[in-house]
């Protein structure tokens, strides 16, 4: 019988036969054939003395695992055809079908690449045939739009009825999210807030020996260890599949374990030993989910078939190397315990391999003629949806007055009277966190000290030690905490202590949180607010570390929204659309947060109070939040735009007057959202007066200014465009800072310079 249930013939397809066989699939036909059959075993019984792996479950595995096989070779098969366009397979590795078996199907898992009978396995266990599965994948290799996570998008493995998260890493960059999820599980039950997962699951991620070694990894691993260390609760497992080799970069026999962290629970398992990988990984996991602390599976597999498509192992690797890799063929192994234990004769094992290839094949060509994406409108439709009504009505969402008045003892900002950047910032927290209990605050320093600037001052006094707290001075911990929360139900806000910090962890924001939503098709989510003290102009303190200027590397990132508050105003109603758009849409923002304006009082006069605003509480007034890619104008002046943002607000406003006063007609614009850009505001702006003088405090190379001329000139703007920016240069100490810092002279000098 083959796995749809209809009878066949043994070989008998056409198109079977004329599928040619490479050396993997020709040594495990003849050493199957070479096999010698045992007595035969009750299949309700283990199959080994020690086990509790009976016959049935053995029988059942052995399908995931030959099924994970036939997809590499569907795989070539369609790469060769010109219908599969991503063909890294799991040949060697399917012993990973029985690190699924000893988990449970609701514990959350994020997958290396080669998990091809962990996600067979999975999709079995939560009670799907055996056949859907298969065309999950096959799906995923053909690039067809009916794929159930990323619909065509990339392959990989995920389905959000299998609680299996799709990851495009292949560097083990989602080791930091893995550590947020099982975080989050456990910060979710203290707080009796929903969560994705079940109060007493565990969180497993998979990864290559090779991946072992980047940053990201040691980041994942020692957060989850520092986190136990301080006894936090971390239910984690880390499956390395140690398979020897990177590409062509071979792994030392023993670096996973010397390398390993002396704190992590280690337990050490023969990928090629189903009955060995099924008992330490059922060892493994009972570990976790008693103790709730990590650990780390490592299991010895081989890779066959070479890396990666077109990958041709014999340039690296010597014919006696690749014959001692098939003999470790974990299929093999499967097969010879099944014909062993009299479970299956050998010929049994072979028609069944058969009968399975011939179905898979027939699957794949299938599904190489099912629909592609055929627009962009239909790539790009879950990358960053938008929903302002609902946006709206989540901002407005307010803390009944018990809580509030619990927040701000009795004293509610509103009655504060004027309030400055700083301080607008921390009384819309307040006001966030008495709202929401799933909402989470971290960082460096933000807890006890309230930040470096004093932003988050009294927060965790007000709110607890569980939802305002410090973490470990690295970035991409704080990211992959905020990551797994963001996908596991909670609202993180994690701050990053100084924008150029934000550069060590980057691609925790461009390859981990912008990718979510976009390759599930929006099934899953990692919602975040990352607040970041930013730009120059601090004052007898920087260094190009702590008074950084370029946002470049951000502006790129598909979907990613930029929120640039200048106003204490702007501050609060921003602040509370970003948190608005995560709960709403799953919105992952980036609130960056001038430095150098958090303490401004005075606009035009010392003393004049004119930098200062009232706080507006939620629901209260009408322009509680500010939407996404809306501008603010000041002036009505018909000769000059002055375009700007962040710190150029305030230094642009006061060039403004001065050129009022002399007769010239001057409005400024400030963008307030950097992604996406306000065009129709933008665009307004420019005609209402045919000139456009573009204030921009980033570098003139690679800066915001860039865009905006690119968004004028695409719109058919045809006025008068020019720009001052700050020069294209790290920003040194002291006064020398401001010889490459955009300054009020300098817009004065290029607005007189158009009006002339």
Not at 484 to 506: D, K, M, T
């Amino acid at each position: 019988m083959d796995v749809s249930g209809r009878q066949t013939e043994h070989g008998s397809s056409r198109h079977n036969r004329h599928v040619a066989r490479d050396t993997v699939e020709t040594h495990f036909t003849e050493a199957v054939a070479a096999l010698q059959g045992g007595v035969p075993r009750d299949p309700d019984l283990p199959v080994a003395e020690g086990t509790g792996l009976t016959g049935y479950r053995c029988l059942e595995l052995f399908d995931y695992q030959v099924g994970s096989r036939l997809l590499d070779i569907a795989a070539r098969v369609l790469r060769a055809d010109g219908q599969s366009f991503y063909t890294i397979g799991s040949a060697g590795h399917e012993g990973n079908a029985a690190v699924a078996a000893a988990l449970r199907p609701t514990d959350p898992a994020l997958l290396h690449y080669r998990s091809g009978a962990f996600y067979l396995t999975r999709s079995a266990a939560a009670g799907r045939l055996f056949e859907e599965g298969l065309r999950d994948v096959l799906l995923g290799l053909t690039a067809s739009a009916e794929e159930p996570i990323a619909g065509g998008r990339h392959k990989v493995f995920g389905h959000p009825e299998l609680a299996v998260l799709p990851q495009t890493s292949t560097i083990a960059s989602h080791l930091p999210r893995s550590v947020g999820v099982a975080f989050a599980i456990e910060r979710a039950r203290k707080l009796d807030v929903p969560c994705a997962w079940p109060a007493d699951s565990i969180a497993v991620c998979s990864f290559g020996d090779a991946s072992a070694n980047h940053a990201s990894a040691l980041s994942g691993i020692n957060t989850a260890v520092y986190g136990s260390h301080q006894g936090l609760p971390m239910p984690v497992l880390f499956v390395c599949e140690d398979n020897g080799l990177g590409i062509s970069v071979r792994t030392p026999e023993d670096w996973v374990e010397k390398s390993r962290h002396p704190a992590v629970e280690y337990l050490r398992a023969d990928g090629s030993d189903l009955i060995d990988v099924y008992e330490t990984a059922l060892r493994a996991a009972e570990y976790v989910r008693t103790h709730r602390t990590p650990a780390l599976l490592h299991v010895k597999t081989v890779r066959l078939m070479g890396h990666a498509g077109s990958d041709v192992e014999s340039s690296y690797r010597t014919k006696r190397e690749i014959d001692a890799g098939l003999a470790r063929d974990p299929l093999v192994a499967t097969a010879a315990l099944l014909v062993r234990t009299g479970l299956r004769t050998a010929d049994e094992v072979l028609a069944r391999y058969e009968t399975t290839r011939d179905h898979v094949l027939k699957m794949a060509a299938e599904t190489a003629r099912r629909p592609r994406l055929g627009s962009a409108q239909e790539i790009v439709a879950p990358l960053a949806p938008r929903h302002p009504d609902q946006v709206t009505r989540t901002a407005s969402v307010s803390a009944g007055p018990a809580a509030r008045s619990r927040a701000f003892g009795g004293h509610p900002p509103e009655d504060e009277g004027p309030l400055t950047l700083s301080q607008s910032i921390n009384r819309t927290l307040a006001d966030a966190l008495a709202a929401d209990p799933g909402m989470l605050l971290f960082g460096e320093d933000v807890a006890r000290k309230g930040g470096v600037y004093g932003v988050t001052r009294g927060l965790q006094k007000r709110f607890g030690a569980e939802r305002v707290f410090d973490t470990l001075l690295d970035e991409q911990a704080i990211l992959g905490l905020a990551l797994g929360s963001g996908v596991s139900g909670l609202l993180p806000v994690p701050e990053i202590q100084y924008l150029a910090y934000l550069h060590n962890a980057l691609d925790q924001i461009r390859g981990e949180a912008a990718t979510m939503s976009f390759f599930s098709r929006g099934a899953f989510r990692n919602p975040m607010v990352v607040r970041v003290a930013g730009y120059a102009y601090q004052k007898g303190f920087g260094g190009h570390f702590h008074n950084d200027n370029s946002i470049a590397a951000l502006r790129d990132i598909p979907g990613l929204v930029i929120a640039s508050p200048a106003r204490p105003d702007d501050a609060a109603s921003m602040l509370r659309t970003c948190l608005a758009a995560g709960r709403a849409d799953g919105t992952v923002s980036v609130f960056l947060e001038p430095i150098a304006l958090y303490n401004t009082r005075d606009l035009f006069d010392e003393g004049d109070n004119g930098w200062l605003a009232p706080y507006a509480p939620p629901a209260r007034w009408v322009e509680t939040h500010v939407p996404l890619g809306r501008a603010r104008s000041y002036g009505d002046g018909r000769d000059l735009t002055i375009v700007t943002f962040g710190n150029g607000v305030r230094m642009s406003l006061r060039a403004a007057v001065r050129l009022t006063a002399e007769g010239h007609s001057c409005r400024v614009l400030d963008l307030r959202w950097l992604a996406p850009l306000p065009t129709d505001d933008l665009l307004r702006a420019a005609e209402l007066t045919g000139r456009v003088l573009i204030a921009d405090e980033t570098r003139r190379t690679g800066g915001v200014s860039e865009g905006i001329i690119a968004e004028l000139l695409d719109a058919g703007f045809g006025g008068k465009i020019s720009r001052v920016t700050s020069q294209d240069s790290f920003i040194p100490l002291g006064d020398a800072a401001g010889h490459v810092l955009l300054s009020e002279a300098d817009i004065e000098k290029a607005a007189r310079k158009m009006l002339a």
